[in-house]
């Protein structure tokens, strides 16, 4: 199965963050065969189209808003997108993942399944960094991603001793928190 584990948000606009620590978080702690991408793809718009094309399974990790309190992590179907049960932030990259869906799925290229992990944020403010709530539950959610695959039957098992991350964009005490 060829899949795909994309983290997308703003890490200058607080927990809007949480894709992107949330992907390399999964990085570090667990590996997977080749036929898994694992991705920051930041905010991208219509660019976004050339990472899902083709593929079986698409994993999008994101903050979202479904009226949860803050740091609460749950799963959502693109049906639920549709359905408005939830709501992905409303950033520059929001439109651009169902617009490349609809874009691909008019060329019939488009992914067998999508699936978005979502935490619900509980600050978007710019410059204020991820909040310790939500941070805190990147080991869960890097979890929650290696379920979804395994439960999909692709291959994905824990390190046996975690990769060094790379957050560039968290304060250092954040980053030697993360790491031990």
């Known amino acids: 199965m060829k899949a795909s ?19 390399e978080t999964f990085r570090c702690e667990y ?23 083709d593929r079986e399974l698409i994993i999008v990790i994101d903050a979202v808003h479904v009226g949860s309190p803050p740091a609460t992590l749950s799963v959502f179907s693109e049906a639920d997108f549709v359905s408005r049960r939830a709501k992905l932030r409303v950033t520059g990259h929001d439109p651009g993942l169902w617009e490349s869906l609809a874009h691909l ?5 488009a992914p067998a399944e999508l699936v978005v992990l979502g935490v619900t944020p509980e ?52 980053v030697e928190r993360a790491t031990v």
């Not at 890490?11 to 992907?23: I, K, M, R, S």
């Not at 799925?105 to 290229?109: I, K, S, T, V």
């Open 5 to 23: 584990v994309i983290g997308l948000g703003n890490v200058f606009l607080g927990d809007d963050g949480f894709g992107p620590l949330a992907v």
């Open 123 to 174: 600050s978007c403010v710019f410059a204020d960094g991820i909040s310790q709530s939500v941070s805190n539950i990147a080991s869960q959610a890097a979890a929650a991603i290696a379920e979804l695959l395994v439960d999909r039957g692709v291959a994905c098992r824990r390190r046996p001793t975690a990769a060094k991350p790379n957050l560039w964009w968290l304060p250092i005490a954040r």
């Open 105 to 109: 799925r008019l060329a019939g290229r």
């Open 31 to 53: 590996e997977c065969g080749s036929d898994v991408e694992v991705l920051d793809l930041g905010t991208p718009g219509l660019d976004l189209a050339p990472y899902l094309y």
